[in-house]
């Protein structure tokens, strides 16, 4: 008894010295984790819990869901002065009111409820089905319906998805005065300015709507000024390029509104941001090319002037952009351009890019601009260093875009090329194949070969016939007298692979499955099939996906903004 005593005489001194009763101790109840892990139990409760919902779809083996779900940890981390708790404080309000006690963890950004939570696509294929995902990583935003409010588009870092969430989710048009209009429109590339007589009138009902749209082609924010003495309502749009004001001469119709802003809104220069690449390429129905200017944020502004007198006389023919060439130094890598390239022309209908070293003079641009126009300039090809290792083995050729007709359309040789991503994790499944297949193949004349499509550019013999990655090609100018490639669809496996190689087909022969042990030969059978099936959905998959988007510019397949 008194050894029990002893024992427990520090814990008492040291409740009585804090002044903390012994039953306190229970009291303390860990704070929910703010990113919901969702699945068919709980996500329509979830959905129409919230104002907003934002959920990332995942799959635990693909490192950039690896890198988003850190990122989204980060973003919530960076949040919590809006979290909304299980117990909220008076001085959290949404619209003025004191905030009440959500079901799920959530955040007030805007005066609007959001929560963010979290898909294994991998796990519940029946909720990446009914959500029509494609590909992972996929961050979208949701407003109590199965359709995405928007798409995030951007790099795994919390401060660009943060700037995404506020942006969808805070009120997409400000009432404000009319002495505050100078002051607030040179925010924002693009202002649209409303005026009326009142809030109730059918005209601000209209504008209303228009601003709802979340028109995304520019950088643009809306603004209504209500003034009664007003005699009329009216709509100007602001640039910040300096070009003159405009007005909305037609009648208050949302429709009219929209294509009025969709057709005056494109400044004679704008600022590129990589997630805007096609709607800021769309121009009078086609895509124009984009003449790029990479310059410091502390120049942005400052080459605006320069750049107008040059899109002056070209506009017709480009569309002239400058972007922030620290902030998105990740698009200029993704591309393969060097810190030495002061310009570039980004043609995204064709996908070739075209370069420029010359110091950002009125003189030198336009002169690009016009060697671009006349046809008179080379198209960069990204391509690696031949130099460098290749970590797939020693038999493996190692191809780049520089030596792709080379070595394999004009060499008249046997070829089997893989093309990859180092970061595809379907892709790495092939690595060992190829090793092998490369010592096997080796005595039959036939050269096994890699192409990295993240160093180097899609050949251009290529680009009509490859819809997704990864490819295995064979070239064999015996069979084929134009030396077209045959495209392997077949098992990851090198012996089928091989038989594809010798006589075209890539069915296994039945003595694969010629096994000693019968339960082993069920399980031999069922991962072939399962492994074929697979292949077969992934194709028909990519397929469907890689017709949206051109394969240089897909921002679904690179990490690029």
């Known amino acids: 008894m008194v050894q029990t005593i002893l024992l427990l005489l520090p814990l008492v001194i040291s409740i009585l010295a804090t002044g903390i009763q012994p039953q306190d101790t229970v009291s303390v109840v860990k704070e929910r984790n703010p990113i919901v892990s969702l699945d068919a139990t709980n996500l329509d409760s979830f959905l129409n819990s919230n104002d907003y919902s934002a959920i990332l779809f995942y799959a635990p083996w693909c490192r950039h869901s690896q890198k988003f779900l850190s990122a989204l940890d980060d973003t919530a981390g960076n949040l919590s002065d809006y979290r909304i708790t299980s117990e909220p404080s008076t001085e959290q309000k949404i619209d003025g009111k004191p905030a009440t006690p959500q079901p799920f963890p959530s955040f007030n950004i805007g005066n609007q409820i959001m929560g963010m939570g979290t898909i294994n696509g991998f796990q519940h294929p029946d909720l990446r ?32 998805i943060i700037r995404w969430m506020e942006r969808d989710v805070t009120p997409t048009m400000k009432v404000i005065l009319e002495s505050a209009i100078k002051s607030s429109v040179i925010n924002s590339e693009i202002s649209i300015v409303g005026y009326f007589t009142g809030a109730t009138t059918q005209e601000y009902t209209t504008f209303a709507t228009v601003a709802g749209e979340r028109i995304q082609a520019h950088a643009m924010q809306f603004f209504a000024v209500i003034e009664p003495s007003l005699e009329i309502s009216k709509i100007e749009m602001h640039s910040l390029d300096g070009s003159p004001i405009k007005e909305y001469s037609d009648t208050f119709d949302a429709n009219r509104i929209i294509n009025w802003i969709l057709t005056e809104s494109d400044p004679i220069v704008a600022e590129l941001k990589p997630e805007y690449l096609y709607p800021i390429s769309w121009k009078s129905g086609e895509l124009f090319p984009l003449f790029v200017v990479f310059v410091p944020p502390t120049e942005e502004y400052s080459q605006l002037p320069l750049l107008i007198n040059v899109a002056s006389n070209f506009r017709n023919n480009l569309k002239f952009c400058f972007i922030d060439s620290d902030y998105y130094r990740h698009f200029r890598q993704h591309l393969g351009l060097e810190k030495t390239f002061s310009a570039a022309i980004i043609d995204v209908k064709n996908e070739e890019i075209y370069v420029s070293q010359d110091d950002v003079t009125q003189e030198s641009m336009s002169v690009f601009a016009a060697q671009f126009i006349s046809r008179n300039l080379k198209p960069f090809v990204m391509s690696q260093d031949v130099k460098h290792v290749n970590d797939l083995g020693s038999d493996i050729d190692i191809l780049t875009a520089e030596n792709f007709q080379e070595k394999v359309l004009n060499s008249r040789r046997n070829y089997l090329v893989l093309l990859h991503y180092p970061w595809c994790g379907y892709c790495k499944l092939w690595y060992p194949v190829f090793d092998e297949l490369a010592t096997e193949l080796q005595l039959e004349n036939v050269t096994v070969g890699t192409l990295d499509l993240t160093l180097n550019d899609m050949p251009q013999s290529l680009r009509s016939s490859v819809v997704t990655v990864p490819t295995i090609l064979y070239y064999s100018p015996g069979n084929s007298p134009d030396n077209s490639p045959k495209i392997y669809s077949g098992q990851i496996r090198a012996k089928s692979v091989a038989k594809f190689v010798r006589d075209g087909s890539s069915q296994v022969d039945e003595d694969f499955f010629e ?17 074929l099936q697979q292949s077969k959905t992934f194709q028909k998959k990519a397929e469907r996906k890689s017709a949206e988007f051109p394969t240089k510019f897909n921002p679904q397949d690179h990490e690029i903004f």
């Open 129 to 160: 089905d009914r959500f029509s995902i494609f590909s992972y990583p996929a961050l979208k935003m949701y407003r109590r319906t199965d359709s995405p409010y928007s798409e995030y588009k951007g790099l795994a870092r919390s401060p660009s």
């Open 515 to 531: 096994v000693i042990d019968e339960e082993e030969e069920d399980s031999e059978k069922r991962k072939a099939r399962k492994e």
